[in-house]
């Protein structure tokens, strides 16, 4: 097993995956994940298992506090020296879901965050995921402006 970040080669892999992990209406389309490799692949975390993608974790930098939905179909909005590494998708394929490789990628992201100087780390996730996110340190911020999806989503943030 083995932690990475991407490279062009992943993008049907990873375009498979999202599609398997997300709604039609919140997933990243193809060519949404193809421009954020071309733009951000230093902030895609994937995790190998005997060669195979299972989980991936991605978000762009930014200097804005919480995520705007303009943000998951934009990516030259991605600012590298930015202050808050957002987390656009913890993606891990169902098979593999509830055997701990979705908290490790998440690890990872945290421990590079800090390493790279950010504040921390900001999401948007369903209620449901609100205690999984909290583990981590995460706070609840409340319902976010987001309607990505049409879904009802919540501000979550990690400060360091």
Not at 7 to 32: H, Q, V
Not at 69 to 89: K, N, Y
Request: with cysteine; proline share 2%; hydrophobic share 40%.
């Amino acid at each position: 097993m083995k932690i990475r970040t991407a490279m062009a080669g992943d993008l049907k892999e990873l375009a498979r995956i999202e599609a398997r992990c997300f709604p039609e209406a919140e997933a990243a389309s193809a060519e949404e994940m193809r421009r954020r490799l071309e733009v951000y692949p230093d902030h895609f975390w994937i995790l190998e298992k005997k060669g195979k993608i299972v989980t991936f974790i991605n978000g762009m930098v930014t200097n804005e506090r919480t995520i705007r939905d303009e943000m998951f179909c934009r990516a030259e909005l991605h600012e590298e020296g930015g202050e808050w590494q957002a987390i656009f998708g913890v993606n891990t394929l169902p098979e593999y879901q509830g055997q701990g490789y979705a908290s490790l990628v998440m690890r990872q992201v945290i421990a590079d965050a800090k390493v790279q100087g950010r504040k921390g780390c900001i999401l948007t996730c369903k209620e449901e995921l609100l205690p999984f996110y909290e583990r981590f340190g995460y706070r609840n911020e409340g319902v976010s402006q987001s309607v990505h999806g049409g879904a009802v989503w919540y501000d979550m943030s990690l400060i360091f």
